[in-house]
């Protein structure tokens, strides 16, 4: 009979290649499962010495328990692990490995030796393995710990060599991977050694503030802000910098869970939503962030290389992680980025000399002021009124330097409580609260664009418009959560196809569609009718919006897809409503405005992210003359 048989159960060594495949991308790759199982052995010092970028060489030596020769040998056969035993260990995980396929991988495209050594045994065990096949076995004086040597990786898969990079560009993902880890574990001693040369030589630190500092600079440290929230279940720690560290890259995020770096995308989407109007378009903060939370509520075995993870509640993560960073920016924003405490100088300051003022025809200009209809349309009315300065009943002002009189100037800031505007909407008493911008003292515009200030011996500039935005955004954004999100009904509803995968999703989001403006009904089969939308979005392309919106919900949890086209209207409307550059201001105009920016979050950034004001210190300033 002829034989149709196609199925055939493949070689061991084949199946090695394959697994290798997904676990050993490049050099890095080595690194990371060598290190990692270093850290399981609950070593304390950990070298890594790499040549050519890993190519030629890798070694990776630690001082943790070691293995037996029993142990040797099992350590190389696929899913052999001494981190979990049963099925209920694999999700009560608190090791970095346990899967055991990384040793059989790494050992199935490289030349392996292997030397370990345990406590209380005389001498250590020294094994070797070309392509998985071992070669060599013999005992070896050892101290306690594993040390592990790769070379020549991936010699017998030509065809994936040649996919490997630059000597310098394998290496810096090797350096990449130790910063991870060394991040994660301040208390160990690890040294990286690239062609006989030590690049990294990071001693076991108390904080991991000081590992921060050795690793990502002190400059770094210096602009980070403690985060440390959360409770036994949801734990949130570590780093977020101040959204002046920003880069063009996602690089600069580093997030742990549960001790374990990952590329979340739902964490990292969290992130950048307690960054969001605080940075410009296409730059990304800096942190370093650990979220522990009980080991049977995220699954870490979704991922070859574990960079994903799934969450059993993940819009509940998703929220607490955004609004935790949220609070922590908020609050760091409060306060005075200004050496020692801050002055209660005048807000006007004297001139040197009498000096007569060119009548500057000053006008009044559109402004935000205390609003209270829900209505967003009236709102945007109320924005472009003119700005009022502090209640007469709680100010004085004089203004001699623009009279015949050239007496001293009098503070337009009192000790007691000063109304931040003018029909009392809110009072701020500046000895006990967080106000800093009405404390600053106004020398003067330049440019008709900037509000220069003095800051004891710093020069503050602040720009005119972007402060003026971001107190209307601020305002135009607390009017619109006060009152329902108002829909409009469309004339002709907008019906959408979905596939059966989509029309699932929306089925079960469908309440949540509905909390931001929407209304969606059945139009038979897995199409929908769109009714109503939220009235200040455009309406160009509303099924590609809801599709967005319903990728947001299934892969993070949550959506500010929606919210984010009603802010994008809110900044223009904000934007079009304000002080504009190039454009003379009173000085009781500049007084209100620095009032009114106290009383707003955020606002050291417009919501387009970029900065509200810059500080020169007066080193700053003497040193361009010279005399420092």
Same mark, same amino acid.
């Given at each position: 009979?002829?034989?149709?048989?196609?199925? =055939?159960?493949?070689?061991?060594?084949?199946?090695?290649?394959?697994?290798?495949?997904?676990?050993?991308?490049?050099?890095?790759?080595?690194?990371?499962?060598?290190?990692?199982?270093?850290?399981?052995?609950?070593?304390?010092?950990?070298?890594?010495?790499?040549?050519?970028?890993?190519?030629?060489?890798? #070694?990776?030596?630690?001082?943790?328990?070691?293995?037996?020769?029993?142990?040797?040998?099992?350590?190389?056969?696929?899913?052999?692990?001494?981190?979990?035993? +049963?099925?209920?260990?694999?999700?009560?995980?608190?090791?970095?490995?346990?899967?055991?396929?990384?040793?059989?991988?790494?050992? %199935?495209?490289?030349?392996?030796?292997?030397?370990? &050594?345990?406590?209380?045994?005389?001498?250590?065990?020294?094994?070797?393995?070309?392509?998985?096949?071992?070669?060599?076995?013999?005992?070896?004086?050892?101290?306690?710990?594993?040390?592990?040597?790769?070379?020549?990786?991936?010699?017998?898969?030509?065809?994936? #060599?040649?996919?490997?990079?630059?000597?310098?560009?394998?290496?810096?993902?090797?350096?990449?991977?130790?910063?991870?880890?060394?991040?994660?574990?301040?208390?160990?001693?690890?040294?990286?050694?690239?062609?006989?040369?030590?690049?990294?030589?990071?001693?076991?630190?108390?904080?991991?503030?000081?590992?921060?500092?050795?690793?990502?600079?002190?400059?770094?440290?210096?602009?980070?802000?403690?985060?440390?929230?959360?409770?036994?279940?949801?734990?949130?720690?570590?780093?977020?910098?101040?959204?002046?560290?920003?880069? *063009? +890259?996602?690089?600069?995020?580093?997030?742990?869970?549960?001790? #374990?770096?990952?590329?979340?995308?739902?964490?990292?989407?969290?992130?950048?939503? &307690?960054?969001?109007?605080?940075?410009?378009?296409?730059?990304?903060?800096?942190?370093?962030?650990?979220?522990?939370l009980e080991p049977e509520k995220v699954d870490v075995n979704v991922?070859?290389?574990?960079?994903?993870?799934?969450?059993?509640?993940?819009?509940?993560v998703h929220d607490f992680v955004s609004t935790s960073l949220r609070?922590?920016?908020?609050?760091?924003?409060?306060?005075?980025?200004?050496?020692?405490?801050?002055?209660?100088?005048?807000?006007?300051?004297?001139?040197?000399?009498?000096?007569?003022?060119?009548?500057?025809?000053?006008?009044?200009?559109? %402004?935000?002021?205390?609003?209270?209809?829900?209505?967003?349309?009236? =709102?945007?009315?109320?924005?472009?009124?003119?700005?009022?300065?502090?209640?007469?009943?709680?100010?004085?002002? +004089?203004?001699? =330097?623009?009279?015949?009189?050239?007496?001293?100037?009098?503070?337009?800031?009192?000790?007691?409580?000063?109304?931040?505007?003018?029909?009392?909407?809110?009072?701020?008493?500046?000895?006990? *609260?967080?106000a800093y911008f009405s404390t600053l003292r106004i020398i003067g515009?330049?440019?008709?664009?900037?509000?220069?200030?003095?800051?004891?011996?710093?020069?503050?500039?602040?720009?005119?418009?972007?402060?003026?935005?971001?107190?209307?955004?601020?305002?135009?954004?607390?009017?619109? %959560?006060? &009152?329902?999100?108002?829909?409009?009904?469309?004339?002709?509803?907008?019906?959408?196809?979905?596939?059966?995968?989509?029309?699932?999703?929306?089925?079960?989001?469908?309440?949540?569609?509905?909390?931001?403006?929407?209304?969606?009904?059945?139009?038979?089969?897995?199409?929908?009718?769109?009714?109503?939308?939220?009235?200040?979005?455009?309406?160009?392309?509303?099924?590609?919006?809801?599709?967005?919106?319903?990728?947001?919900?299934?892969?993070?949890?949550?959506?500010?897809?929606?919210?984010?086209?009603?802010?994008?209207?809110?900044?223009?409307? =904000?934007?079009?409503?304000?002080?504009?550059?190039?454009?003379?201001?009173?000085?009781?105009?500049?007084?209100?405005?620095?009032?009114?920016?106290?009383?707003?979050?955020?606002?050291?950034?417009?919501?387009?992210?970029?900065?509200?004001?810059?500080?020169?210190?007066?080193?700053?300033?003497?040193?361009?003359?010279?005399?420092?």
């Amino acid at each position: 009979m002829p034989q149709n048989n196609r199925i =055939a159960i493949l070689p061991e060594t084949l199946c090695n290649q394959i697994a290798a495949g997904e676990v050993v991308e490049r050099p890095a790759s080595v690194v990371k499962e060598l290190v990692e199982n270093a850290l399981d052995a609950q070593a304390t010092e950990v070298t890594v010495d790499v040549e050519r970028g890993g190519k030629k060489k890798i #070694r990776v030596s630690d001082n943790g328990f070691g293995m037996s020769k029993e142990d040797l040998f099992l350590c190389f056969e696929r899913h052999a692990t001494s981190k979990i035993r +049963s099925e209920k260990d694999l999700f009560h995980l608190s090791s970095l490995g346990f899967r055991g396929e990384a040793l059989p991988s790494i050992a %199935a495209v490289s030349r392996l030796a292997v030397v370990s &050594g345990q406590a209380g045994e005389e001498t250590g065990n020294r094994l070797e393995l070309v392509a998985g096949e071992v070669r060599h076995h013999e005992p070896e004086a050892a101290s306690v710990g594993t040390r592990f040597e790769i070379r020549d990786l991936f010699f017998n898969l030509p065809a994936r #060599r040649k996919f490997l990079r630059r000597d310098e560009t394998e290496f810096g993902h090797i350096a990449e991977i130790i910063t991870r880890l060394s991040l994660a574990h301040p208390h160990v001693h690890f040294r990286l050694i690239h062609n006989q040369r030590t690049i990294l030589d990071l001693y076991r630190q108390k904080s991991l503030k000081a590992r921060v500092a050795d690793v990502l600079g002190r400059s770094v440290v210096e602009k980070l802000i403690d985060v440390d929230c959360g409770d036994d279940r949801l734990h949130l720690s570590g780093f977020i910098g101040d959204p002046t560290l920003n880069r *063009s +890259s996602t690089q600069g995020i580093y997030s742990f869970i549960n001790g #374990r770096f990952v590329k979340d995308r739902v964490l990292q989407h969290a992130i950048l939503d &307690g960054y969001r109007h605080l940075l410009m378009k296409g730059r990304y903060p800096m942190c370093v962030l650990f979220l522990a939370l009980e080991p049977e509520k995220v699954d870490v075995n979704v991922h070859p290389t574990k960079h994903e993870v799934r969450f059993h509640d993940q819009r509940g993560v998703h929220d607490f992680v955004s609004t935790s960073l949220r609070q922590q920016l908020r609050r760091h924003q409060d306060v005075p980025v200004c050496d020692g405490e801050p002055k209660m100088a005048p807000a006007v300051a004297p001139p040197v000399e009498p000096v007569t003022q060119p009548d500057l025809n000053l006008r009044h200009v559109p %402004a935000p002021s205390s609003v209270r209809s829900a209505s967003v349309v009236e =709102a945007q009315a109320a924005v472009s009124m003119p700005l009022q300065p502090p209640a007469a009943s709680q100010v004085r002002e +004089s203004f001699p =330097a623009y009279d015949d009189g050239g007496k001293p100037p009098v503070s337009v800031i009192s000790s007691s409580p000063v109304g931040c505007h003018a029909d009392g909407e809110k009072t701020l008493d500046l000895e006990e *609260s967080s106000a800093y911008f009405s404390t600053l003292r106004i020398i003067g515009q330049f440019h008709r664009s900037y509000i220069l200030c003095e800051d004891g011996d710093d020069l503050v500039l602040i720009d005119q418009h972007a402060a003026h935005e971001r107190i209307g955004f601020e305002r135009l954004k607390n009017q619109l %959560a006060q &009152g329902s999100i108002e829909q409009q009904e469309l004339l002709f509803p907008e019906v959408i196809e979905l596939n059966l995968r989509e029309d699932a999703e929306l089925q079960d989001c469908r309440e949540r569609f509905e909390s931001m403006g929407f209304v969606l009904e059945p139009f038979g089969g897995t199409s929908w009718a769109v009714k109503a939308v939220p009235a200040y979005i455009e309406k160009k392309d509303i099924k590609t919006m809801v599709c967005d919106m319903l990728t947001d919900f299934s892969s993070v949890g949550s959506s500010d897809i929606s919210q984010q086209a009603i802010d994008e209207v809110l900044i223009k409307m =904000a934007c079009h409503g304000m002080i504009r550059a190039n454009q003379t201001l009173q000085l009781d105009e500049m007084v209100a405005l620095l009032h009114q920016l106290d009383d707003v979050d955020f606002n050291r950034h417009c919501p387009h992210g970029r900065p509200v004001m810059q500080r020169l210190t007066l080193h700053d300033v003497e040193k361009m003359f010279r005399r420092v």
